[in-house]
């Protein structure tokens, strides 16, 4: 596919998304028992650092589609995945993330364009004028392929020093091109997406601090000269040694006052049990007491894919097991508690039932389509199986996301985990044959 055709069909995506996007807020609204859908609520989005590898691991996209609101691709995205060499844009493993997001109404956060690190080396060869060239080259290449798809990008990453001088870090950007080429790459970046969010992202600058101040100095340098500037991500990777600053909302908020947006972009926190619990909930209840905190994405979806998987610091464990921080979590954006959780909904007697039908039928598949429907109380989510006929598979599912043992196919919702009493939802699946006509079974509903 050429280029232009494959912006044309990106673009009529993204038409599709924001309405696949406002249906997913409108169910957001009615329950708050996910991740996702509790930011929502307070009007704040609340994503995950996604790596495309993953994708195929069904209680990974299980996860990731039932919480979250918004991702950010790892790795994907970064300069050494989508240009490895110059002027040769590669998009195969970004292009599955956004693919994977768009299709079930997630936003995407764009990561990152210029940085210092998973740079090629080619870049490095450059002189200054060449290196110019390539840098807004690079923008308008990768923001270009994405153009109206992402909601916010982290333009410049990391650009300045830890320690306390506040100075700018040494980088072949830094150090051909001088202090303006963080400027010049917010400029070209405007010109490449005008809807998109321009962020400038960096860590350690979670509380007051020399770099945070160095950072907070360049911001309102920036909106005086009127350089386009509309965020600045605080990354909030913390642990012992870099624990949650007492003064964050503060520092938050002095950079809202400069008239940006702020968001958390890549929180984790290394510990476990109520101490991380709690550490959660002080970085949440900052972002929401911020009125421009506009929302929190966490640095990966389950402990066991962290860059710092050592040091347990997500929400979900290596089984997927919702951790105390993650009930602290839901708690602070105002959920309602975890499915079948104390104040969750469901909570004790909630019941469902699950009715089959086969809706359409060929020589070599057929389309079937489940109900769920909800006792005489409320639910908040649902599960139900549908054991296939041997010889028989599962092509596509809609309405729901499955996992499969054998030939068990275990379905939960996507969108449509809440039921009001005595009411339905479905969801489909085309199934091939394989010269197998039998009926599939369906197994018990269990209502949380
Ligand atoms: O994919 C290769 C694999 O094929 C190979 O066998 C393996 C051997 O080392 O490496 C794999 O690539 C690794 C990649 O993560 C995917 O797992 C790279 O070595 C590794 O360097 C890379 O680390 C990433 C790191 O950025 C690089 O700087 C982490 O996943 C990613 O979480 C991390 O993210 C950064 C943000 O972009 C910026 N802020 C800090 C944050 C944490 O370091």
Redesign the pocket.
Known sequence: MNMILRRLSRAAIAGLVAAAALTAAAHSAEAADTLGSAAAGQGRYFGA?V?A?HLGEADYTATLDREFGSVTP??EM?WDATEPSRGTFTFTSADRIVDHAQSRGMDVRG??LV?H??LPSWVGTLGASDLRTAMKDHISGLMGHYKGEIHSWDVV??AFQDGGSGARRSSPFQDKLGDGFIEEAFRAARAADPAAKLCY?D?NTDGVNAKSTAVYNMVKDFTSRGVPIDCVGF?S?FNSNSPVPSDYRQNLQRFADLGVDVQIT?LDIEGSGSAQAADYTKVVQACLAVERCTGMTV??VTDKY???SGGTPLLFDGNYAEKPAYDAVLSALGGSGGPGEPGGPGEGTATCTATYTRTADWDGGYNGEVTVTAGSEPIGSWTATVTLPARQSVSALWNGTAAFNGNVMTVRPSWNGALAAGTSTTFGFTVTKNGSDAAPAVGACTAS
Do not use: L, V
Request: aromatic share 18%; net charge negative.
């Open positions: 650092a790596a590898g790892e790795n970064k990561h990152t940085w690190s998973q990453n990391e992202n860590y990354q990777h890549e640095w990966g962290s860059w710092r």
